[in-house]
């Protein structure tokens, strides 16, 4: 799953601010791990073809999809 609240040292900015990724103490890593699309072998969506979670929230449609992956590209650059 990617995160969109890890920033590129891996540690969270978003609720746990400050800390490293709580992976399965996260409810979007929970989330995450139930989706129908996900890969059981695999961190891999197969509603959009791509490795990593966009989250629920960013899964409603292609739109959103994309807004959501632009968003996590601006934040590693």
């Known amino acids: 799953m990617h995160c969109k609240h890890l920033d590129a040292k891996g540690m969270c900015t978003g609720k746990y601010q400050g800390y490293a990724c709580i992976k399965k103490q996260c409810p979007s890593q929970r989330e995450a791990m139930a989706c129908e699309f996900r890969e059981r072998s695999g961190d891999y969506c197969r509603k959009y073809n791509r490795f990593g979670c966009v989250g629920k929230e960013s899964c409603?449609?292609?739109a959103d999809y994309l807004e959501a992956v632009s968003e996590d590209?601006?934040?590693?650059?």
């Open 60 to 62: 409603t449609s292609l």
């Open 73 to 77: 590209e601006e934040q590693t650059t």
